[in-house]
Structure formats: structure tokens, C-alpha cells
């Protein structure tokens, strides 16, 4: 291998004091320190999440709008505070805009089903793109089912990229929405998303944005986007599981009826009728997960505070020194080669099964994804059975990248 | 815990170069496996005289230990009957999941398999093959199977 181009590149970025803030990086798998690159399938937690979870069970537990005594006060300023956090972290115009779900997956099907189901005819059409998460296929499939609409997929290129011309062309009079990944999760793509809505604005389309690649790499501005939906994950921003955010225009949420009935959502209930909260709470039916929301809200201010301009340049630093590194290792090859990805790098290695490369890498200590990705219709474009999947944080080094290289290279040398 | 113990010459060997790989027309029973955490997808085809298994062919994709183990088996149940077969999928069910499991040595290549308890994660991908043959083996009316799933 060429040292030069393996060499560790110098970065301002203080990532080793960045490192001690997430306690899990110091721990050891398999004798070997953690190399953790998989945060594209969940990230890290920091130290701020943790406390503030713990402090929360400790402290400040019960239900959230339901008492008048301390505790629940507390509690439900702990959750409302996380959501004016969230509304401020991606610019949305009020907190009624900010609605919270169990994930993407969650908030995706709550579009579906609130939004679309009651509009969609026959003949209607909703257009995605080809390299979608499956949470990002089969709410609109089931949708179409429901109504008689029609699921229209807009192609990508051999390189994982999607043409903003390609997907345009396919917006129509009968479109009713468009959504579409912000970065894909098997490839990393970044899609073109600012010009694409803006499209389907012109046509009246409504928009749906998949940011659960997204947010934790990125700044995100929902009005400048000017998407009518945004949806993301706690867990992959450095978060809580269990917690996420459906963003949707006011006007738009005001219109949609409830999704789920029962507490929380109602003003009052008779057997004849039942009246509906106000925005957020009519979708929020249910005692929520508060802890992982307020959780949620720790990392916020986590990403607020942290200089994210140079963890971007770290994270772009690291995808194209990982993208150095794989290409000297023979029989390699990267699956998505975009020129606009966040920091993951999806590859194959002929004749190394990805989840044998896996176990091999797992011996080092290392952690990566390997299979389909929940992307199945990507895996198929590339006639691939699968990937694996080195998605890096802003935590990972240039160390950690040569590691999996060496790890790669030792997996190969098993096999040929 | 060595890697070395996974993926051994006989375990490399059946990968590279796997026995008994491809199709079988025709066949008295054909029954696909699918492992959907990870993707691996293979299909037995296996000819039956009297009792008796004659042929028994598969394909597919997978990972090093899905395939070889697929390509053992299909190697070590060639000429057994039914019994004799359902017989072995416990010995090797036995061997792929139970740390005090004994005999390895009657097992005589499928022992190359033992290395994979010492890695939970990839049972499943050893074992696909074998749920998939004793479903073809326990059914009345092979044809009519249903794929067999690891979830």
C-alpha cells in the first residue's frame, strides 16, 4: 500500500477531547479498542445525553400533562423543552410544527396515513426515488393499496446518484407528494433535495424529507428548504432510540386528523363525540417516550455546542481518506460513488461475503454494517445480495479508518 | 476465540469450490431457504428413491459459512434415508448450538462446523441449510413447501 496517502492527516478538530465526551469509545471489543463505524445505523451516545436521562429517571419522573403536582411539572417541562430545543436545531417556524414519534419510521407512516390516506384517489401518484430506506417505500406502498394511488420510483444512476432532472421529469398533474431520502443510508448520496422540492412546490406537490442520514451530519433548515415534512431520529444524532421527530407545515398538521386516538389528544371525550387537542399534542396520543425525548434534547444542545462547521470538515476528511484507503486494497469496490455523500462508504470485496467481513472485522474490534441495509431495491440496481458499511461520526479518526483498511485487507487474504 | 476456528481449510475449501452446487431437474422436492437479516438465499433440490436420498443438489447466495455448510451437507446425506438424515440435522444442530455437545469426531467433516457456536451471530447462517433439508424431509408432499425462513 501507498504510506503516503495512508498517512494521518492532520486535523484543527479536537477529536480526542471530542472522543472523551462518549463513554463507550474507551471501551475494548474483543481485546481491541472499539472502532465503532457503525453510526449510520445508530450513533454514540455523549455524556450530556446520559446524565440527562439519568437525572430525568433519578429526579424528575411521572406523566407528562397529566398532574398538578412537582414531579409532573417537571416532567412536562423537561419534554416541552426539548421540543422548543428541536424547533430552534432545524429553524422550524413554531412548536407546533415539532411533533414527536418513536423515529422516522413512525413519522413517515404518520404522513402516510394522516395525510395521504384521506386525500389519495385512484390514479393518483406518489414519487420516491430508487434508493430509498425501506421506511421510505412501504408506508407509500401500503398507502397506494388503501386508495388505488400509484407508487412511481424515480431511477439512479451507476453511481448512486439521483438526477434532479430524472426526478423532475416524473413530477406530474396527477404527483400529490414527493418524498425522498436527504442522504441515503446504503450509499450516502446526497440528494439534491432544495432543487427537488422546490420542483414540486411549483406543481403543488407536497414534500416529504427522510433526514434520518441527515441531521447529524449536516445543518438543517426546514424553511429555507421550504419542505412541507421532515423526518428524523434521536438515536442517529447522537440521541436516545426510541424517539423522533415528524417536522410538518402548521397549516398542513392543522388539517390532518388525529392518527391515533386515546389520551393526550383530546380536549374532551363523550360517547357521542370527542373533541380534538390543538397542535402537537392531537398527534401525540399516549403516554410518549419521555425520557428518550428529553434525552433527545440533551443532544441537541449536544450538536448546538459543538463546532459543527469542523466536525463537517472532519467528517469530509475522513470519508476521503477512507475512500483512499479501500481503493489500494485489490477486489474492492465502493457502491456509491456520488460526488456529493456524507461520511460512509458502502463496498464490496469479490469473493469476501460482506457478513463474513463482518465477523473478521468484529475480531479487530472493529463495527461495521453488513447486509442489505433495509435498501433492498439498491442492493438489487447493483445485483448485489450486499454491503458492507463503514458510516463515520465525528468522532472517528484517521487510526480508526487504517484499521479497517488492515482489517479488510486481512479478511481478503483469507478468502483468495 | 479464533478466527482460524471459524473459518477453517474444509470450511475455505467448500466456499471457494462448493459440491453439489446448481439445479436438479427433475426433483422430488424443492424447498428455499431465506435468512432475511442478512440476505443469504438458497434453494435444496433432493431426488428420493424408495426412502432413500439419490441426489441432492442446491443453490443460492450466501456467506462462506452458509455455503459450505450447504455443500457439506448436501454431501454427507447423499445415499441416507429420511430417518438418517433428520438424525444427522439434530447432531448437527446439536454441534452448532450446545458447547457440551460430544461426538464431532463421528461427524466426520461437518465437525469442521463446530467453530461456529463460538460465534452466536452466525448459527443461523450454518444452519439455514439443514432447516431447509428437514423441511423437504418431514413433509408429505415436499413440493407444496412452504420457503423456510431463520425469523
Not at chain 1, 44 to 66: K, L, M, T
Amino acid at each position: 500500500m501507498n504510506n503516503t496517502a495512508l498517512a494521518a492527516r492532520p486535523s484543527s478538530f479536537d477529536v480526542n477531547a471530542l472522543r472523551r465526551q462518549f463513554p463507550v469509545l474507551a471501551r475494548l471489543v474483543r481485546g481491541k479498542p472499539l472502532v465503532y463505524l457503525d453510526n449510520g445505523a445508530s450513533a454514540q451516545r455523549p455524556i450530556a445525553v446520559i446524565d440527562a436521562v439519568d437525572d430525568y429517571e433519578r429526579h424528575h419522573h411521572a406523566n407528562i400533562h397529566r398532574g398538578v403536582h412537582t414531579l409532573s411539572q417537571e416532567a412536562t417541562a423537561l419534554y416541552e423543552s426539548a421540543r422548543d430545543k428541536v424547533m430552534d436545531f432545524i429553524h422550524a417556524r413554531s412548536r407546533n410544527e415539532i411533533i414527536f414519534v418513536r423515529g422516522t419510521t413512525e413519522a413517515i407512516n404518520l404522513v402516510a396515513q394522516s395525510y395521504a390516506r384521506p386525500l389519495l384517489q385512484p390514479g393518483d401518484e406518489i414519487l420516491i426515488t430508487h434508493l430509498e430506506h425501506h421506511a421510505n417505500i412501504v408506508p407509500w406502498q401500503m398507502v397506494c393499496e388503501q386508495t388505488g394511488a400509484t407508487l412511481i420510483v424515480a431511477p439512479i444512476d451507476a453511481h448512486g446518484e439521483v438526477h434532479f432532472d430524472a426526478v423532475a421529469a416524473l413530477m406530474s398533474d396527477r404527483t400529490r407528494l414527493f418524498a425522498c431520502a436527504h442522504v441515503s443510508n446504503a450509499l450516502g448520496t446526497v440528494l439534491p433535495v432544495r432543487r427537488l422540492i422546490a420542483a414540486a412546490k411549483a406543481r403543488g406537490i407536497i414534500t416529504l424529507i427522510d433526514g434520518a442520514q441527515a441531521v447529524s451530519h449536516m445543518e438543517v433548515d426546514v424553511q429555507e428548504l421550504g419542505c412541507d415534512f421532515y423526518a428524523f431520529s434521536s438515536h442517529k444524532m447522537y440521541g436516545p432510540t426510541g424517539a423522533g421527530v415528524l417536522y410538518g407545515r402548521e397549516q398542513l398538521l392543522e388539517r390532518m386528523p388525529p392518527w391515533q386516538g386515546g389520551g393526550e389528544m383530546i380536549l374532551a371525550v363523550t360517547f357521542a363525540k370527542t373533541t380534538y387537542n390543538g397542535l402537537p399534542n392531537k398527534f401525540e396520543a399516549g403516554t410518549p417516550n419521555i425520557s428518550g425525548v428529553i434525552g433527545l434534547g440533551a443532544a441537541v444542545d449536544f450538536l448546538q455546542a459543538l463546532d459543527r462547521g469542523a466536525a463537517h470538515a472532519h467528517e469530509t476528511a475522513l470519508l476521503a481518506h477512507a475512500t483512499a484507503a479501500l481503493r489500494q486494497i485489490p477486489q474492492l469496490r465502493i457502491v456509491g460513488t456520488a460526488p456529493d455523500k456524507a461520511s460512509l462508504v458502502s463496498f464490496v470485496v469479490a469473493g469476501v461475503h460482506p457478513h463474513d467481513l463482518g465477523t473478521i472485522l468484529d475480531e479487530d474490534g472493529i463495527a461495521v454494517r453488513t447486509g442489505h441495509h433495509c435498501a433492498m431495491p439498491v442492493m438489487e440496481f447493483f445485483a448485489l445480495p450486499a454491503t458492507a458499511r463503514a458510516s463515520f461520526a465525528f468522532y472517528n479518526t484517521f487510526e480508526e479508518i487504517d484499521k479497517l483498511a488492515a482489517g479488510v485487507e486481512r479478511a481478503r487474504r483469507i478468502f483468495v | 476465540m479464533e478466527l482460524n476456528d471459524l473459518y477453517r481449510d474444509v470450511i475455505l475449501d467448500h466456499n471457494r469450490r462448493p459440491r453439489n452446487f446448481g439445479g436438479l431437474e427433475p426433483s422430488d422436492a424443492s424447498v428455499e431457504g431465506f435468512n432475511p437479516m442478512c440476505g443469504d438465499r438458497l434453494t435444496v433440490r433432493l431426488r428420493l428413491a424408495d426412502d432413500t436420498i439419490s441426489d441432492i443438489r442446491f443453490e443460492g447466495q450466501g456467506c462462506a459459512i452458509s455455503t459450505a455448510s450447504a455443500s457439506l451437507m448436501t454431501e454427507a446425506v447423499k445415499g441416507k434415508t429420511r430417518a438418517e438424515a433428520l438424525q444427522l440435522f439434530d447432531r448437527v444442530h446439536k454441534l452448532l448450538t450446545d458447547d457440551a455437545a460430544t461426538g464431532a469426531d463421528e461427524l466426520g467433516k461437518l465437525a469442521a462446523l463446530s467453530g461456529v457456536r463460538e460465534f452466536p451471530a452466525r448459527v443461523k447462517c450454518a444452519s439455514l441449510c439443514w432447516h431447509t433439508l428437514a423441511s423437504a424431509l418431514r413433509s408429505g408432499d415436499p413440493q407444496a413447501l412452504p420457503a423456510v425462513s431463520t425469523e
